[in-house]
């Protein structure tokens, strides 16, 4: 009998902004590559019992900050478990805005004119070139009247308190960025889009236990404090704003975090190498990108 993977695929109906559904099949088709069984408890409501005693590996997609406070309701009576979970080195993967349910605190903008917070908006990666779309014009017809990505702690909307399984700080973007992303990760790259809605500060960036995800290579980084750095990793709970799929767009990441999991989870357990030629048509696409990237036109603040 194969080994198993135990995912835990939270609260799918309200955290799949961008297709997260496909980072769970890229999980299970890559862990079967592997030599691996996957069993996958997708937990649909806000009301449902979890059970995480023998959870591998957690997902969490993208999601609007405004179910942030919900969901954090939802889990906080987990908070212990989940913060030993992390320091077992089980996974824990997040996407986009969703880091501020797992972050120590989030703040949001105030929308001029309502006194209440904006409630965020979609935007769009990938095209000819990078584009930032306006939060507060999209849904109030108002004009911008705070920089993006405002320090935390400035006047603004309510603060949203996470789980504090990250040790962050989260500001809500006054704009939303769509663009590419490109990642440098360890020894591999890393290619995918970004949808920002939030900017991250590091609680204590010199922690060696919790770094940066990545290096960004072309992209927005975690903020004007950190613009070189995105996302966080904390063992093998990782936050980033890669999207894409990222795990589909690039299964040799997939592997490397898994075969990570696994030696934390079921250390006994021998995994299957898979040749790289798997993944041609994968690398055929991050060049295709990269050079795309190469082509782009130079845009402040972006790094290029």
């Not at 991250?200 to 927005?220: I, K, M, T």
Request: proline letters at 4%.
């Amino acid at each position: 009998m194969k080994p198993t993977l135990d995912i835990t695929w939270l609260y799918p109906g309200i955290l799949n902004l961008h297709g997260d559904r496909g980072n769970v099949m890229a999980l299970r088709r890559v862990a079967g590559l592997m030599g691996l069984d996957t069993r996958v408890t997708r937990v649909d409501r806000l009301t449902d019992e979890v059970d995480f005693a023998d959870t591998d590996l957690i997902v969490i997609g993208a999601g609007e900050l405004a179910v942030v406070p919900a969901v954090v309701g939802a889990l906080s009576g987990h908070a212990a478990e989940l913060g030993r979970h992390i320091d077992a080195g089980k996974g824990l993967y997040v996407s986009g805005a969703s880091v501020a349910i797992v972050a120590d605190r989030t703040q949001r903008i105030q929308a001029p004119g309502t006194g209440r917070s904006s409630a965020g908006a979609g935007g769009s990666g990938g095209g000819g070139g990078s584009a930032a779309v306006s939060e507060r014009s999209v849904n109030d017809g108002g004009s911008q009247t705070t920089p993006a990505g405002g320090r935390f702690g400035g006047s603004g909307g309510d603060v949203i308190e996470g789980l504090g399984l990250l040790h962050l700080d989260v500001t809500e973007r006054d704009e939303i960025y769509g663009d590419d992303l490109i990642l440098q990760v360890g020894r591999e790259t890393l290619v995918g889009m970004q949808i920002r809605m939030v900017d991250l500060r590091l609680g204590d960036p010199s922690d060696p236990a919790e770094q940066p995800f990545g290096r960004v290579v072309y992209g927005l980084g975690n903020g004007s404090w950190q613009i070189e750095s995105e996302g966080v990793r904390r063992g093998n709970a990782i936050a980033t704003n890669l999207l894409g799929p990222a795990l589909v767009r690039n299964p040799w990441f997939t592997q490397s975090y898994l075969r990570d999991v696994v030696i934390a989870t079921h250390p006994e357990v021998e995994l299957a190498d898979i040749p790289d030629a798997t993944w041609q048509l994968e690398r055929q696409g991050a060049q295709a990108t990269r050079s795309f990237v190469a082509s782009k036109r130079t845009v402040p603040g972006v790094i290029q």
